[in-house]
């Protein structure tokens, strides 16, 4: 452990300390010697005006009528910490939706990135060492999205139009933005559709014009979405309305039973070494697209609807090679 991470540990021993923590005790938190537990004591009261008390008998503690008021000056985080938030806005970056709030982050990232390069003994921090590939995202319209940022956050109501892809029909729309979603590399925002009194999610690079409106947003409580917007497969919202069964070749089964398809997938291993999923869908457009990117490792068992679903979508796309 640095000087930078034991000033920072030293810091949440006595902040979060009720009675004097006594030298020894230090010396085994920060694994230190006892003359360098008094030079960070004295680093912290005297450079960094913290509030220590004490002595090195009774031990040492924050003053209880300041403790809960001080905090360290500027940016004070471990080094799991500043590689978690690294990594964190490189993905934010490459998510196709950062581009503002990556500009807005730049600065904090080269306050990062000379952190670590200190804490590391390096003379840069090799960013580049941090890899993020993104997964077929979609391009945004960046003032569309700062739009949809801000209503969410500033809990305002949003006006945009939108283009749904499935009939490429334009639409206006007034929301209460909910929450963005970010799932498969793409953007979705959860509201409150005021026309048609319901809650949507919306795609955000389907969303053009998009104006932050004055009226306050409608609330939905966080039960309420996790029900209707998350009970049921992937982003398509809504009750489930039925379940369904795919067992799974045993070549691939081993992958398929690491894998996180629903909240209430249940999934077996089979005698002959198959993999069972069973697990709820609403809308099956995005299940048959999971389902079929496997091929022939992957069998719809019930229910027959869905089985003949699959069988239709493989039976046009089969005659495309018999032309």
């Not at 909910?178 to 319901?198: C, F, G, K, P, V």
């Not at 004055?214 to 998350?230: F, K, P």
Request: charged fraction near 30%; proline fraction near 4%; glycine fraction near 6%.
């Amino acid at each position: 452990m640095d000087r930078y991470e034991r000033i920072n540990a030293l810091h949440r021993i006595l902040k979060a300390a009720r009675y004097p923590v006594t030298v020894p005790r230090l010396q085994e938190e920060l694994a230190c010697s006892r003359a360098t537990v008094y030079r960070d004591l004295a680093f912290l009261r005297d450079a960094l005006m913290a509030p220590v008390e004490g002595d090195g008998e009774a031990g040492f503690r924050y003053a209880a009528a300041e403790s809960d008021r001080f905090e360290l000056p500027g940016l004070w985080l471990s080094s799991e910490e500043l590689y978690a938030l690294l990594a964190s806005q490189q993905l934010l970056r490459r998510t196709g939706g950062g581009g503002m709030l990556s500009t807005m982050l730049a600065p904090l990232q080269q306050r990062i990135e000379g952190l670590l390069a200190a804490q590391s003994g390096a003379g840069r921090w090799p960013v580049e060492r941090v890899r993020v590939i993104p997964h077929r995202g979609r391009r945004l319209d960046e003032a569309s999205f700062r739009s949809v940022a801000s209503a969410v956050l500033e809990r305002r109501q949003l006006g945009f139009e939108y283009r749904a892809r499935s009939t490429d029909e334009a639409t206006r729309r007034r929301v209460s933005p909910q929450r963005i979603t970010h799932y498969r590399d793409n953007w979705y925002l959860d509201a409150w559709d005021h026309d048609r009194e319901a809650l949507r999610s919306f795609a955000v690079d389907r969303i053009s014009q998009a104006r932050v409106l004055d009226e306050a947003a409608r609330d939905e409580e966080e039960a309420v979405l996790d029900q209707h917007l998350a009970s049921s497969y992937g982003i398509f919202s809504g009750e489930p309305k039925g379940w369904a069964t795919i067992v799974f070749s045993p070549k691939v089964a081993r992958w398929v039973a690491d894998e996180h398809w629903h909240s209430k997938q249940q999934g077996r291993f089979l005698a002959d070494g198959r993999y069972e999923l069973k697990l709820p869908y609403s809308v099956p457009r995005e299940l048959l697209m999971d389902v079929l990117h496997y091929g022939a490792d992957a069998e719809i068992v019930e229910p027959a609807v869905l089985r003949e679903q699959a069988k239709s979508l493989l039976s046009l796309a089969l005659s495309q090679y018999d032309k």
